[in-house]
């Protein structure tokens, strides 16, 4: 179905009042069996135009692999401060490229990620009008080098490509802080890489990306170590602030770049205030998984959650539901687990945490939970929900029932990209 964001936003956070919000989620999906998986609109609405406000203008690009449901996307790309997709895979970006029933085309597509998949490419350059829509990232030569085996310059139409440049901070004491991407770091050497694509037949250089992770995508009001964080946070953004503007001045002596992309949900404030930044990337404060409650900037609402049925009860003050265990990717630690939101204060046990087949939760809330009552959970990532479920059901407060439909997952549309 089609979603509509840009109806009337309600004046009153119903996810501010816990127990009416996960009431009214409940009895939306009281009819549905099994485990359901369910999005708010209204926290949906809030947390897209919260977005939009702190990017101050800038335009956000959506980064699909937090979404991962292609009327969603849609929906916040109808949005006024929205413009384009950056895909995970490139059979998604080639999939999203096409209509798919009643969506549409999309036609401003970034790779987020590097390639080596050859039938993908294959299909890319075999389709001018996908040329037209889709960009490839790359950050080594070689990379070229793959498109070029698939099929040469000679024997394709051009190809549009642009730089992920790594944002990370070479801290003196501390190394490296960040994730580990891209190969290119100091100016000079993402300057060398651009000269060489525009060198090369049948490549076009149209733009550069720069995601700081240690700062985008590290909460600050964590814990005990948020003092750290923070300084870190700091000193990595002034860094990068210089560095960017000096790669950015590099990148246009050699080619006319159309984008220069930047940050994340967490860092909207911070890198839309880069005057060398051209749009934002964001698409994790739409869905909100619990990884994006602990940052001092924002606070999104919970607009994706998950409901498991209680089986058994092993003890009065324990109650097991079945399933639960869709860990988040990442380092395997607890704050990867899904989180039991509603009822409030259920704990799961520390020998068995959230598990395939089952999770028991303990706390004076489990001795109200009978069998075949619900417990919600959120996911502590936003998009890799949608890999364990075919669909939402939209849950709109303002509705009478408030169950106003169903959305379909990329799973839901038969897709399985990554």
């Known amino acids: 179905m089609n979603l509509d964001l840009l109806s009337t936003t309600p004046a009153t956070k119903p996810w501010e009042q816990p127990s009416s919000f996960w009431g009214t989620m409940s009895h939306a999906v009281a009819a549905v069996s099994g485990p359901v998986a369910a999005l708010s609109v209204d926290a949906l609405r809030y947390n897209a135009l919260d977005m939009v406000v702190r990017a101050g203008g800038v335009p956000i690009r959506v980064a699909s692999k937090s979404v991962r449901v292609r009327s969603v996307l849609d929906a916040v790309l109808a949005l006024p401060g929205y413009r384009g997709i950056l895909a995970f895979t490139l059979p998604e970006a080639l999939w999203l490229s096409k209509p798919h029933g009643e969506m549409p085309a999309h036609d401003d597509i970034v790779l987020g990620y590097p390639t080596a998949d050859r039938a993908a490419i294959a299909a890319l350059v075999a389709d001018e009008d996908a040329l037209s829509r889709i960009t490839l990232m790359v950050d080594d030569p070689a990379q070229l080098d793959l498109v070029d085996s698939v099929a040469g310059a000679a024997a394709r139409p051009e190809v549009r490509v642009a730089i992920d440049a790594d944002a990370s901070w070479r801290a003196p004491g501390l190394g490296h802080v960040g994730v580990l991407r891209s190969p290119v770091h100091e100016p000079a050497e993402v300057a060398a890489l651009a000269r060489t694509i525009a060198g090369r037949d049948g490549f076009r250089l149209v733009g550069l990306m720069m995601y700081e992770a240690q700062i985008a995508g590290q909460g600050d009001a964590t814990g ?30 050699i080619a006319p770049l159309e984008f220069v992309n930047g940050g ?52 009065p003050d324990v109650a097991t539901v079945l399933g639960g265990g869709w860990i988040a990717s990442g380092p ?87």
Do not use: N
């Open 224 to 253: 005990p170590g948020d003092t750290m964080i923070r300084w870190m946070q700091r000193r990595s953004a002034a860094e990068l602030l210089e560095r960017r503007a000096a790669i950015v001045s590099a990148l246009r002596d």
């Open 264 to 315: 994340g949900t967490g860092s909207l404030e911070l890198t839309a205030s880069d005057l060398s930044v051209t749009e934002l990337t964001a698409g994790s404060g739409l869905l909100a998984g619990h990884l994006f409650d602990g940052y001092r900037a924002f606070t999104p609402a919970p607009a994706a959650a998950f409901a498991l049925e209680v089986v058994r009860k092993p003890a």
């Open 332 to 418: 395997a630690l607890q704050s990867r687990q899904p989180r039991a939101v509603w009822p409030p204060d259920l704990q799961m046990a520390a020998r068995e945490g959230a598990g395939e087949v089952q999770t028991p939760l303990r706390g004076e809330a489990a001795r109200a939970l009978a069998v075949g009552d619900r417990v919600w959970f959120r996911h502590a990532k936003s998009g890799e929900l949608a890999e364990r479920i075919d669909r939402y059901h939209l849950v709109d407060s303002s509705v009478p029932g408030a169950t106003v439909g169903t959305v379909a997952t990329y799973r839901g549309d038969g897709q399985a990209f990554l």
